[in-house]
């Protein structure tokens, strides 16, 4: 029961996102919901192909987080952060794709939960720029992403709970190939409309 009806409360967060947000559900289409009462899966994950989400945590999550929980990692597949780091320090790395996700949503009228990873000096620049610029983060531990970065489950504990739908598969060439040309799309099918300002598009079309 707890299940099908956290699907159906993110159904309709999706549904909300086709008036007020078209962009991201037009994108978040690509992405079946599958929720999942599991030990080693605190909050949510994405392969590109589902998200995978706690239904216990979802149930005890407010709107806006909820809605940027899963806006988060639509914008994750859309921005191609499906592909293994290129750079050593893979705390670092994901905190530069969270930065580079939460900025865009933020550009497009997304309410970010306040303890967001936001850096307002690192709107704009690049994921090698946001990675160098966090070297000299003091304590990037601080920072408290939303979704599990990297994909990498929890150790289950002996007696934990285990949903045998948490499965999530690593992306390949086609599936990155997939998400480059489904951003592409919907970034021409919203040209110059009110969902796509100046300053969202300018960012998307800077990106390497």
């Known amino acids: 029961m707890l299940l099908r009806t956290q699907r159906g409360v993110w159904e309709g967060d999706r549904g909300v996102w086709e008036r007020e947000q078209p962009m991201t559900a037009d994108l978040a289409t690509h992405l079946m919901l599958q929720p999942v009462i599991d030990d080693r899966l605190s909050t949510a994950l994405c392969d590109g192909r589902r998200i995978f989400f706690n239904a216990r945590t979802s149930a005890g999550l407010d709107g806006i ?9 639509v914008w994750h597949c859309a921005l191609g952060h499906l592909r293994p780091s290129p750079l050593p320090d893979l705390r670092r790395w994901h905190l530069a794709c969270d930065q580079e996700v939460n900025a865009i949503l933020l550009l497009l009228g997304f309410r970010l939960p306040d303890d967001a990873v936001l850096f307002p000096a690192c709107i704009g620049r690049s994921l090698e720029q946001i990675y160098a610029w966090l070297d000299g983060h003091p304590d990037p ?24 739908q948490l499965d999530p598969r690593p992306p390949d060439s086609g599936l990155l190939l997939a998400w480059e040309q489904r951003l592409q799309h919907s970034l021409q099918r919203h040209a110059g409309s009110p969902h796509l300002t100046g300053p969202v598009a300018a960012l998307l079309a800077s990106r390497p």
């Open 65 to 73: 987080r909820r809605h940027h929980l899963q806006a988060h990692l």
């Open 141 to 164: 531990s601080l920072e408290s992403p939303p979704d599990l970065s990297g994909g990498a489950l929890a150790d289950p504990m002996p007696d934990g709970v285990r949903d045998p």
